[in-house]
């Protein structure tokens, strides 16, 4: 074989090589799709069933789905005049408001992301959200339930580099029933959560981005937002690199 062919296939090694893990390192990871929480809450309340009544919960526990590993979460949710009424003397009301911070732990993968009650039930078919945070003769009950209405906006953290990824939760349930006996008796406790992404694969963001942020300032959402601010994300959240003004 000839001198010159030599060095021809030499550097065409060379280039694939070099090539190569730049390639695999543009491989994004999975969407948060399919993955489930399961934890027992701390729950703290102020209720007001004849206004306006807050709901706040800690949480850890596990976490299953395409992130398999250890969850943990903390929220607040507001739940309006409870006047509804579903039957069996029990009352609730709208839920005004659900703001939530997460963290999964997945191997060497870390998800950090928000969530927030994005816009009103529009479809009662499969939306809800509701809530409860009343006192039934000697039986306190404590729900917040939401299915479709709560938008979560993540940043997935991996040795390749980061991504961003959004979607809908398509189920929140915290639920706590008290029994006020001697001793008080907590008979039921309960936190399950869902996600669904909008996206097919996460997308990568920016390696200048700012990695000292706090976690909850930087869950990324690239989307195009309502206000129109390229500098912003959605729902007037963090733009790309977690930034706000």
Do not use: W
Not at 52 to 62: A, R
Not at 133 to 149: A, G, P, S
């Amino acid at each position: 074989m000839k001198r010159s062919n030599l060095v021809v296939i030499a550097l065409a090694i060379a280039v694939a090589v070099l090539i190569a893990p730049a390639a695999r390192g543009q491989v994004p990871p999975l969407t948060l799709t399919g993955e489930h929480f399961v934890g027992v809450p701390d729950v703290t309340t102020d209720c007001h069933p004849d206004a306006t009544s807050t709901v706040t919960f800690t949480v850890s526990g596990v976490a299953t789905g395409p992130y398999p590993g250890t969850f943990t979460e903390t929220g607040t949710a507001t739940i309006g005049p409870q006047t509804l009424s579903p039957g069996g003397g029990q009352s609730i009301g709208t839920l005004l408001t659900f703001d939530g911070v997460f963290t999964i732990q997945s191997g060497t993968e870390t998800v950090t992301g928000t969530k927030t009650l994005a816009f009103p039930v529009t479809n009662p078919g499969i939306e809800v959200a509701i809530g409860q945070c009343n006192t039934f003769q000697n039986v306190e009950l404590e729900d917040v339930i939401d299915r479709f209405t709560v938008r979560f906006e993540a940043r997935i953290s991996t040795p390749q580099g980061d991504f961003a990824d959004r979607g809908l939760v398509p189920l929140v349930a915290v639920q706590r029933i008290r029994v006020f006996e001697d001793p008080i008796r907590i008979t039921f406790d309960s936190f399950l959560q869902d996600f669904a992404s909008d996206l097919v694969a996460p997308e990568p963001l920016p390696s200048d981005c700012d990695e000292d942020e706090d976690d909850s300032e930087r869950a990324a959402g690239r989307a195009p937002n309502p206000s129109g601010d390229p500098n912003r994300g959605p729902n007037g959240g963090p733009n790309q690199c977690g930034e706000h003004e």
